[in-house]
């Protein structure tokens, strides 16, 4: 089986990463993007690939030193099971940790495979940088089904500020 390679996102790459999240924003898994705000933000992106194809993608959104959110964990179908998603949390964690962020949070349907990777459950009140940046407008805010999860030290305010009480360790994700 070939390794999976993540990588920074580049523009040209924007056609391949609609394209993995396309299904998954038809059935309700993920927030659809357009090719507009996708080139917008791909400098946001990673991208898994296998034998020089696109297999999958992943964001990293950063509110601050103090919080960023993974978002946009897409893998084709046909390679999901392989480690493309690891992989691309992987890189993603290592971008967080380049940029010194202390909370790393994301909201999921599958809190499972987050939960290998050492992410924890959280409160979404403990995340107003993105329920108020994010969520005020989508159309499942008062009946939102996704889990937050986080990494890291949970911030207790917008300028950074955190209770030293609140802390998840950040772990090392092994490929």
């Known amino acids: 089986m070939p390794a999976t390679h993540p990588r ?25 993007r357009s090719l507009a705000e996708l080139s917008e933000n791909v400098r946001d ?6 034998d020089g194809s696109i297999i999958g993608c992943g964001a990293l959104h950063l509110y ?8 946009s964990i897409a893998v084709a179908p046909e390679w999901k099971g392989h480690g493309a998603g690891r992989a691309l949390v992987a890189a993603l964690m290592d971008e ?4 010194g962020v202390t909370c790393v949070c994301l909201f999921t349907r ?10 924890q459950v ?10 108020y940046k994010d969520c005020v407008s ?6 939102c089904d996704e889990i937050a999860m986080v990494l890291g030290t ?13 802390s998840i360790p950040l772990v090392r994700i092994k490929g």
């Open 45 to 50: 992106f990673v991208v898994a690939e296998r």
């Open 8 to 32: 920074l996102a580049v523009l040209p790459d924007v056609r391949a990463i609609h394209d993995i999240i396309g299904p998954y924003a038809a059935d309700g898994t993920l927030l659809p």
């Open 64 to 71: 601050g030193m103090h919080l960023a959110e993974i978002r």
């Open 110 to 119: 599958t809190p499972e495979f987050f939960a290998h990777l050492g992410f």
């Open 96 to 99: 967080s940790r380049r940029h």
């Open 122 to 131: 959280a409160q979404r009140e403990e995340l107003p940088d993105k329920i």
């Open 138 to 143: 989508c159309p499942k805010l008062s009946c």
């Open 154 to 166: 949970i911030p207790t305010n917008t300028n950074g500020m955190r209770d030293s009480r609140i």
